[in-house]
């Protein structure tokens, strides 16, 4: 079967009206620049059908007639096929084209006409708008339009092929667009510019550049182009993202944004007015939660713009940065979009971005705004676009309680207590609380308080379980025997964490008080004393997690290496709303000594270091030690609390006794708790040793825990603490004759 191909001759030339009648809709204009482009088609046909093209050659494009290599010959430079045909045959008849060129440019100068018409009119044309946001030219404009054509009708893909004298030849090649747009070889070679890798329409990549050619390297002008199936769509009215982004990008709709609680509503006017007048880049940094997503929509819904929000460490994966950050600008221009890049650390090396990748952004049209965890400021950099750092940090007391009680309403439960505890940013209270339904939802009851401080402390940073030991609450104030005046010292230590949003805030302390706004203790005693269940009874008064952290473990005789074991132990503590427990702090704390060598001279910095630290660390750090001489005086200076843990007396020492036997436990009428208090001198610590190992002894036995087993226990204690033994301090009953009742305690 023959095919032909025919070209509609030009009509007469078109009515001029009176006054430009603007475009219905985007689609109209779209179809109206494609019926513009249909008429450079079709005269390309008119003008190859005159050279006598054979469409119905099956075997052309597989091999080369020499009437073809006569033709080629016979071409100027530049020239082939009917790019060569002008208004004339060669002796000089007419062709019947010469009004080509003025219809063309009238539908052209219609087109543009209508196109303003339908700006005034403020009717959105995605073509236009496009065309603006990449700065195209007419020329590139035209191209796009011309590579787009076959994804609208098929029918263009013949027409390619009969002007490339090839049916295989279905899209556009370069060459080919070049013949259609220009009309002298001088012209073409400059337009080729624009389809090489760093031209707009290639380098954005609005169209697609390919080959199906056997070469290695084929040249420029046989290669093929075709627009990118993103921009395909989003032309025809369907906006998204490209596929190659749907793992680390997503599009948001912010027209039905509303305000977040997260946010301080002035602060956030001030933010908004900054972009709108300004239009930067912003450098948002804070840690999770803090709000800066928020911030970025709210900016976006202002200026009625989509928000992209890009996660720059899963864009950058696999070394497919640069391809990424493409399509992410091509698809923010094609969406008009804020930016969001988030992990913006990912791509920080040396505390600053990749030039080319910040280049990029400084020429974005719209509102790009970089979110990380750190602050960063290029260096360097020439350029006429502010790029504006804005701190993100966790609200203070009076901030937290307001977000609190927004999404828990009237609940009837009290915050104030979990709001000064824990130091949390508004998104880390949004997780508590969704975690606290769940804890109520699973058994079934109303919301407590209990479960806001069980998922508080879930949501804290759990990291410093590898550096630390988690020691979980379990004693309570009725199970702790010391003197009156140092639980008194206990009590005013919770007091004062209490007591912190009025005397920081309401009072204004926190204006006085650059640094030492957290709470710091040294619990001195010997051991088995009670400084641990002391600082246990604390943390589940407030509620916080205990980390034990032995200081002897982490002195490293490398230089360097303590400080680094302690900076790591102070920066996970920093979000972890928990209290620190130093034990066998003079391993560090000790006195600084005079500089004999290069050794004292580090050890007194490893002590410089902690006491800054400490004094810049704002929770609870309670230092312990059973030799308070051994400290420095600096560290006193830096102490709230100082609180002896003194040896406890008989009269102490036996109510330790009786507080320490669990009421389930079975005990024999012999158990004289009086007696065991007079005759050994014992701290809490080895108390609950003995009265542990008695029962042991009496459950092996199958009997109630008696005066044999508690002294046969302390006899193994007494071994253990290395004390010499003396048998009447284990004989029992007691010898009846008063003399021998004085035991060398």
Do not use: C
């Amino acid at each position: 079967m023959s095919t032909s191909v025919t070209a509609t001759k030009p009509k007469s030339k078109p009515r001029a009206v009176s006054a430009a009648v603007p475009f219905a809709d985007s689609l109209e204009h779209l179809l109206a620049g494609l019926a513009y482009i249909d008429l450079h088609i079709r005269w390309a046909v008119a003008r190859a059908r005159l050279i006598g093209l054979n469409p119905d050659d099956e075997f052309r494009g597989l091999y080369i007639s020499d009437d073809q290599i006569d033709s080629l010959l016979g071409y100027e430079l530049g020239h082939s096929l009917w790019s060569s045909v002008n208004g004339k045959t060669a002796d000089g008849a007419e062709t019947g084209l010469e009004q080509w060129p003025l219809i063309i440019a009238e539908v052209y100068q219609e087109w543009q006409s209508r196109t303003e018409a339908t700006r005034k009119a403020g009717v959105p044309m995605l073509l236009d708008d496009l065309g603006r946001q990449f700065e195209l030219t007419s020329i590139e404009l035209d191209a796009l339009l011309i590579a787009l054509a076959p994804e609208v009708d098929p029918r263009y893909e013949r027409l390619y092929a009969y002007l490339q004298d090839d049916v295989t030849r279905k899209r556009p090649s370069v060459d080919l667009v070049l013949n259609l747009l220009t009309h002298s070889f001088t012209d073409k070679l400059r337009a080729r510019r624009l389809f090489t890798d760093d031209g707009r329409l290639i380098q954005s990549r609005l169209l697609v550049r390919f080959s199906d050619h056997s070469a290695t390297e084929p040249s420029l002008l046989v290669q093929y182009v075709r627009p990118a199936g993103r921009v395909v769509e989003h032309l025809l009215g369907h906006s998204g993202l490209d596929s190659g982004l749907e793992k680390a990008v997503s599009l948001v709709d912010t027209r039905e944004w509303q305000p977040s609680p997260r946010l301080d509503g002035d602060w956030l006017a001030q933010l908004v007015r900054v972009a709108q007048e300004r239009n930067p880049l912003f450098a948002f940094y804070g840690g999770y939660g803090a709000g800066k997503r928020d911030a970025a929509a709210s900016i976006a819904h202002t200026l009625a713009l989509p928000l992209i929000s890009a996660d720059m460490a899963a864009l950058s994966a696999d070394n497919q940065l640069d391809e990424g950050m493409t399509l992410l600008l091509r698809d923010g221009r094609l969406n008009q979009a804020l930016l969001y890049l988030y992990n913006w650390d990912t791509l920080l090396k040396e505390g600053r971005p990749p030039h080319h990748i910040l280049t990029q952004l400084l020429a974005y049209p719209q509102v790009v705004i970089m979110a990380g965890a750190t602050i960063w400021q290029p260096l360097g950099e020439n350029r006429r676009r502010s790029i504006l750092p804005v701190s993100f940090t966790n609200p203070d007391y009076d901030g937290r309680i307001r977000i609190w009680q927004h999404y828990l309403g009237n609940s009837g439960l009290s915050l104030s207590d979990i709001a000064n505890n824990f130091r949390f940013s508004p998104g880390q209270i949004e997780d508590a609380i969704a975690t606290a339904r769940d804890l109520a939802s699973w058994r079934n009851e109303p919301m407590t308080e209990a479960d806001l401080f069980l998922a508080s402390r879930a949501h804290s940073n759990q990291n410093l379980g590898n550096l630390a030991t988690k020691i979980k609450p379990r004693y309570t104030w009725d199970d702790i025997i010391l003197p009156y005046d140092t639980l008194n010292q206990l009590r005013e230590m919770v007091n004062q964490v209490r007591q912190k949003p009025i005397v920081y805030g309401r009072w204004g302390f926190d204006r006085k008080l650059a640094l030492g706004k957290g709470l710091h203790s040294l619990f001195a005693g010997e051991s088995g004393t009670g400084k641990t269940m002391a600082a246990d009874i604390m943390a589940g008064e407030l509620g916080l997690d205990l980390y034990k952290i032995d200081l002897s473990s982490l002195v490293s005789k490398y230089i360097g290496e303590t400080e680094k074991n302690l900076d790591r132990i102070f920066t996970e503590a920093a979000t972890s709303n928990a209290i620190l427990f130093f034990d066998e702090a003079d391993a560090i704390f000790g006195k600084r000594s005079e500089v004999k060598d290069s050794h004292d001279r580090y050890a007194n910095i490893e002590i410089s270091y902690l006491l800054q630290r400490m004094e810049a660390y704002d929770g609870v750090v309670i230092l312990a030690t059973n030799l308070r001489a051994n400290m420095d005086d600096a560290f006193t200076r830096r102490l709230h609390f100082a609180i002896e843990f003194p040896y406890p007396e008989v009269v102490d020492r036996e109510r330790i006794w009786r507080v320490n036997f669990p009421g389930e436990t079975p005990t024999a009428p012999d158990v004289d708790w009086h007696e065991l208090a007079r005759r050994f001198r014992l701290a809490g610590g080895n108390i609950r040793n003995v009265i542990l190992a008695a029962a042991f002894l009496a459950a092996e036995h199958d009997e109630a825990v008696g005066m044999r087993h508690l002294l046969h226990a302390t006899r193994r204690e007494y071994q253990k603490m290395g004390r010499l033994i003396d048998e009447r301090l284990f004989t029992w009953p007691p010898p009846q004759r008063e003399e021998e009742t004085n035991y060398p305690y």
